[in-house]
């Protein structure tokens, strides 16, 4: 039987959930043989429209996506699903979801293999995009890698790390924030607290948000504020604080006092609720890491602690036969480097197509590496010697990791 192929488009920046979602969705599918040219191009139509009484009425995701099936099971027939790929340009989303859970076949394609195969003109719509991706299966199925989605507990843990990352980037931004604006005014503040992200320094901020306010206050006061805060040695952190506070310091005038503490509260105010939702985080990324039962593998890595062992396991999942090698998983991690040769000239030049959260925690982790593993340590310091740069050399020794990541991985053995 001829392989058939249906390409299903989705635009880029919205990662394919805007035209199935939104008031008038359109989702362009390519249908080709495997031997021949492309058939048709037809539009495939997903919009909302008026019921008899003038009333508007939408279609609903689920009777969209049911739709959709329904027309892909024209093609091939609800038995022969695998004779189905749909190519698409994300590996994520509620349509993925549900391609998956209805079972056909999903092959994800980086959106600059698109770009680069559309034509010198410039022209860009759905259907030029859909076409195209529809020659790329075409031409390179037998490259393409079809999505095999880990357990249910890794895909949980995977989107809570990310998640929690995506939160502490945001509390960074706001102690930033925060720093500057204590320097406008309340300079003072910084050398009470080495953390002032932690909840105690905040709610003392908050308690006392002037210079003034906290100079005015007494030991005793300070003392209960922080054991209120749950500051563990409060009695004996409280007269420090109340020594500093009274040390000669350069204070702002009034106007500014006013303004930046307002702005101080409001910046507190956002930090309190965030760190302890990033605590709660950390407690339920525990959980579902114990429960699984590579953790024992992953938590034997070097240094990999309670923060980044979950984040291996996540990032490199449970599904063994995803990576058929070493190199594979280098690869994706963006760990090792590629080749840009030119006449005479050749280089290695650092891997741009990777997955971002895969790279990042395996250069975290190498660089812990080296703190504790003689034979890392010394990787490093060979590399530096040779005149890399530290991130160059950091990237050189994931890339080691990520080969021995994978064997321990692939075969459940700790390190």
Known sequence: MMRKSCFEHHN?????????????????????????????????????????????????????????????????????????????????????????????????????????????????????????????????LADLHRLTPDSELVQELKTLTRDQDALIQMQTRLVNQLTATLKAYYAVALRLFTKVQQHSPLIFLQTYPTPQAAMGASVEQITEVLQHAGHTTAEKVAPKIFETLHQPHLTANAITTRTKSRLMVALVT????????????????????????DNEVFSSLPRAGK??????????????????DAASLQALAGTSPVLFQSGNYAKAHRRVGCIKPLRNVLHQFAWQSTQ???????????????????????????????????HVGAYGIPA
Not at 61 to 77: N, Q
């Open 12 to 140: 880029r920046r919205a990662r394919g959930l805007r035209n199935v979602t939104g008031k008038e969705g359109t989702a362009r599918c390519g249908m080709l043989e495997s031997i021949g040219q492309i058939r048709t191009m037809t539009p495939w139509c997903l919009t909302s429209r008026d019921t008899k009484e003038g009333r508007f009425e939408s279609i609903t995701l689920a009777a969209r996506l049911a739709k959709l099936s329904t027309f892909l099971e024209t093609i091939t027939g609800p038995e022969q699903k695998e004779q189905m790929a749909c190519i698409i340009e994300t590996t994520h989303g509620l349509l993925i979801a549900f391609l998956l859970e209805a079972g056909w076949p999903v092959y994800p394609v980086n959106p600059r293999t698109v770009d680069r195969r559309r034509a010198a003109s410039g022209a860009k719509t759905d259907t030029i995009d859909a076409y195209v991706l529809a020659k790329t299966g075409r031409a390179d």
């Open 270 to 293: 956002q930090l309190l609720p965030l760190v302890e939702q990033i605590a709660e985080y950390d407690k339920e990324v525990k959980r579902l890491f114990l429960t699984h039962e």
């Open 307 to 324: 923060r980044l062992a979950p984040r291996l396991l996540a990032e490199i999942g449970d599904e063994r036969t995803r990576y058929a």
């Open 372 to 406: 504790q593993e003689g034979w890392a340590r010394d990787y490093y310091q060979r590399k530096r010697a040779e005149g890399k740069s530290h991130t160059v050399a950091v990237r050189a020794l994931s890339n080691v990791w990520a080969r021995i990541v994978r």
